[in-house]
């Protein structure tokens, strides 16, 4: 599966995404301690308030006592307006109270103590009702010794202890209030190192994917650019990090290999063009002597002459007639061909390029299996040329194929190109053919080793391939791919370079 290479303006939007949520969470972080800590001052504000309330009450209640004593025992006539006066006070602290109470804990310390107090006012009210139009002596004392002994002991024994439990319950909640607020610091200062850890690994993580996603991959194609300006075709540049850098060093490799193409194709081209100078003098000086010494070989030949003489004639002439294929061979394949595309079919060019080998094939008993031809099997191509290399190339496998031998011939069409296979049985070849090579080695006696070239090259002027392979059962496997519409541009541009 091909990893795809993420955009860098894909990149950059998640780098900057990541960026704004960082600021999200610090602010959240913030907000959220703001909150918690505002959350608990308010707290402690209200419990500091009910603490003062719960005091006031106290303090009003003890100048309420001090009031009543005051009328019983120094007969002060402003006493009970004083008296009245606080008790106002104090149920406007009960009133405060009540409203900042929290929770059903609270609010039944302060209606228990309320309560508690009301008692008190109830009984000291009565008190000072009972005191009006008192002229006995002995009653006064009487209720002297009530207040010194059953108030204390009584009405506000039993507040204070109700005042005991309520400040020890606001005692508790402030307890249960520093506790928080510590978790609150704590967990404030948590939210706040969080943003900045993950903008530390933001940091890193940018760091590390600028090094391996733009710096390492441009090092890379500075480092190819330079190989290939110094003529390494063959090293490539990284197709790695982001799309745009990895689209850089596929069209740098592109611009290597078409480069290597267009250099392999001028030097073939040169040496061509260099042996095309000098083959044909060589040929024409060949073959001069080459047919003045057949031609007194063959005068030589006289029926007369003992074996052994006319075994050495038949040799010259023979190796005159080698000399003489080669030369031909060699002109074929160095002078520049100009294919002349017409409309054929494929069955007309591999039924003549059988027709010649027919006497070949009965002498060696040859199986051939040909293609069922479909209804349309035209191609518009030169078929002179490419009936010459489907012969040589037939010739070469009922060579090497043995006596009853097969020879399968098959061909399909894709994407508007036939596909051509010549599959035999003989022993297979004993060497890959080069495309770019002169001369081939060939295992015939007068083999010019030039037929494998020749067909190269005339596959490579009509825009097709030739390729061989070995067979798993035994022989080889050449196969032939030959565009359905000859194009004269495409050729002409290989000529060009």
């Known amino acids: 599966m091909i990893k795809k290479n993420k955009s860098l303006k894909d990149l950059l939007l998640i780098h900057e995404l990541a960026f704004i949520l960082l600021i999200i969470l610090a602010a959240a ?42 009328a019983y025992f120094l007969d002060d006539l402003g006493a009970h307006a004083e008296y009245d006066n606080f008790t106002i006070s104090v149920e406007k602290h009960f009133a405060q109270l009540k409203k900042i109470t929290v929770g059903p804990a609270e609010q039944t310390a302060i209606n228990d103590l309320h309560a508690s107090y009301e008692e008190f006012v109830f009984e000291t009210s009565t008190l000072f009702d009972q005191s009006k139009g008192i002229n006995n002596e002995a009653t006064k004392n009487a209720i002297k010794r009530s207040l010194n002994s059953g108030l204390e002991t009584g009405l506000f024994k039993r507040y204070e202890d109700i005042l005991a439990h309520t400040e020890s319950l606001l005692s508790q909640k402030q307890v249960e209030l520093d506790r928080q607020l510590i978790d609150t610091k704590r ?42 300006s110094a003529g390494n075709l063959t090293h490539r540049a990284p197709e790695e990090g982001v799309a ?26 040169e040496k061509q063009a260099a042996q095309g100078l000098l083959v044909p003098m060589l040929a024409h000086n060949i073959r001069n002597p080459l047919a003045s010494i057949r031609a007194i070989a063959q005068v030589m030949d006289d029926p007369e002459h003992d074996a052994e003489t006319r075994e050495n004639l038949r040799g010259i002439i023979n190796s005159v007639d080698r000399l003489e294929r080669w030369t031909g061979a060699l002109l074929a394949y160095l002078l520049p061909l100009k294919p002349q595309p017409s409309s054929s ?77 010549l599959l035999d049985s003989g022993c297979g070849m004993p060497f890959t053919p080069d495309p770019s090579a002169m001369s081939a080695p060939t295992t015939k006696r007068f083999g010019t080793g030039l037929g494998i070239p020749f067909a190269f090259k005339v596959c490579d002027a009509l825009g097709g391939t030739l390729k061989f392979s070995t067979r798993a059962e035994g022989g080889t496997a050449i196969t032939i791919s030959i565009p359905k519409t000859f194009n004269l541009a495409d050729t002409e541009i290989v000529k060009e370079i």
């Open 29 to 70: 972080a913030g907000a959220i301690g703001i909150h918690m800590w505002e959350k608990s001052s308010q707290e402690s504000n209200r419990i500091n308030s009910l603490v003062t309330e719960v005091q006031q009450t106290r303090g009003d209640l003890y100048r309420q006592m001090k009031e009543l004593f005051d």
């Open 187 to 228: 967990t404030s200062t948590i939210l706040m190192i969080i943003p900045l850890l993950l903008a530390v690994l933001l940091l890193m993580f940018s760091r590390v994917f600028l090094k391996r996603a733009i710096v390492k991959p441009i090092d890379g194609v500075l480092k190819a650019t330079s190989e290939i």
């Open 244 to 269: 745009e850098l990895a689209a850089v060093s596929k069209a740098v490799n592109d611009m290597a290999d078409k480069l290597g193409l267009s250099q392999e194709a001028l030097v073939r081209s």
């Open 345 to 421: 079919t494929f069955k007309e060019i591999i039924e003549g390029a059988l027709t010649p080998l027919q006497q070949k094939i009965k002498e060696k008993s040859i199986i051939i299996t040909l293609p069922s031809w479909r209804k349309n099997n035209t191609i518009l191509t030169d078929q002179h040329l490419l009936e010459q290399v489907i012969y040589n190339l037939l010739l070469n496998a009922i060579d090497a194929s043995s006596k009853a031998g097969s020879l399968e011939i098959s061909l399909s069409l894709v994407k508007q190109v036939y596909i051509l296979q």
